[in-house]
C-alpha cells in the first residue's frame, strides 16, 4: 500500500524483533543513507525482500509456496483481481523466476482471458514480460476487460429477458377488454326516504288503479238486471 521503498522497509524494520533486527541494523552492505529520515534502508524494496528472504527463509515454506501456485488455478466466478493477489501473495515466498512464473499464471487463468490475450496478441501467452509486476499488471488488465465484457452480456441478456417478458404480457390481454376509465359509472342506489317515497307512490298507484276498476264494475251493469215495461220501452223507441 506504501509508495516509496523506503516507507515499505521501514514499515517492515518496525516490526522485526531480536536476531531479525539486529540482522537489520548490522546489516552495511546493501544500504544508504535517508537524508528525510536519517535512516539507513536499501536502495530498493526487493533488493531487501531477497536478502531478508535469502538470510532467514524457511526451505519448507519455500517449497510449498512453489507447489501452491503450481496448483492454483482461477475459480470459476472468480474476479482477476482476487486470483492476481493470491499469486501475488505466494510468490513473495516462492520468488519463482519470470518465465516460469508467467507459464503458471497463464495456466491457471480461466479459458475466456486465455483466449482473450491470445486474440489481441498471438505471441502474448509465450513470452513474458520483462519483471514479475509486470506479468501481475498484464494478467490483470486483460481479465478486467473480459470481466466487463462478460457484465455487459449480461445485462444484454437481462434487458432482452425483461423486454419479452413485457410482450408476453401485452399479448395476453384481451382485444376488446377496455381501460377502467371508459366503463359507465354505476347507478346510484336508492336511499331508505327514497325507497320509503317510491314504496308509497307504488301505494297510491295501485290504491287508483282499484278505485277505477270499480268504478267501472259499477257501471257495467249485466243484461236483464234492470226491468223495462212496455211504456217504457214505447217512449225509448219514440
Known sequence: MYDS???????????????????????KTRRKPDPQSGWCVWARYEDFL?????VHENRN???????????EFQKAGEWIKDYMSRMHTLN???????????????????????????RTNKDSLDVAPASPEMCFEAITS?????????????FMRNAQKLKEQ????????KPDQKPQADKKPEA?????????????????KSSAISEKSKTSEKKVKEP???KVTYSMRQARMK
Open 92 to 118: 513473495i515466498v516462492a520468488n519463482l523466476l519470470r518465465d516460469l512464473l508467467w507459464e503458471y499464471l497463464i495456466t491457471g487463468l480461466q479459458p475466456k482471458v486465455r483466449e482473450c490475450m491470445k
Open 166 to 173: 413485457t410482450q408476453e404480457a401485452a399479448r395476453g390481454k
Open 50 to 54: 531477497k536478502d531478508f528472504i535469502a
Open 61 to 71: 515454506e519455500v517449497r510449498e509456496a512453489k507447489r501452491n501456485i503450481q496448483m
Open 224 to 226: 236483464g238486471e234492470d
Open 5 to 27: 521503498a523506503n516507507d515499505k522497509i521501514l514499515y517492515i524494520a518496525a516490526l522485526l524483533t531480536r536476531s531479525v533486527k539486529q540482522w537489520y541494523l548490522g546489516n
Open 142 to 154: 486483460m481479465g478486467m476487460k473480459v470481466e466487463n465484457e462478460r457484465i455487459r452480456e449480461q
Open 188 to 204: 346510484l342506489k336508492p336511499s331508505g326516504v327514497q325507497k320509503k317515497k317510491s314504496k308509497q307512490g307504488k301505494k297510491k
